[in-house]
């Protein structure tokens, strides 16, 4: 499970067998969430995260889209390469 982002107590992770479309997962305290982060940043599913919590996931999210969607490609480019 590749991690791309730890902060503020929040882990932003996808699978290593993961499928698109291109989206995060964020834990925090055994609470779960998914987004959906490209094309736009969507919240997809929740399991537990407070609506303030997720409203932050979302701004950490937004703010690192960028980031995150080029860490995914990154990876899954890499595992592609490896396979091969």
């Known amino acids: 499970m590749p ?4 902060l503020f107590g929040f882990k932003f992770y996808y699978w ?3 499928h698109k479309p291109i989206h995060i997962h964020v834990q925090k305290a055994g609470a779960e969430a998914r987004f959906v982060i490209d094309p736009e940043v969507e919240l997809i599913e929740n399991t537990g995260l407070k609506p303030h ?5 979302e ?3 937004c703010e690192n ?3 995150l969607v080029e860490h995914w490609k ?3 480019k890499e595992m592609k390469n490896e396979n091969n």
């Open 3 to 6: 991690t791309a982002l730890k």
């Open 16 to 18: 290593a067998r993961e």
């Open 53 to 57: 919590e997720l409203a932050l996931a």
């Open 59 to 61: 701004e950490i999210i």
């Open 65 to 67: 889209r960028e980031y």
């Open 74 to 76: 990154l990876f899954f």
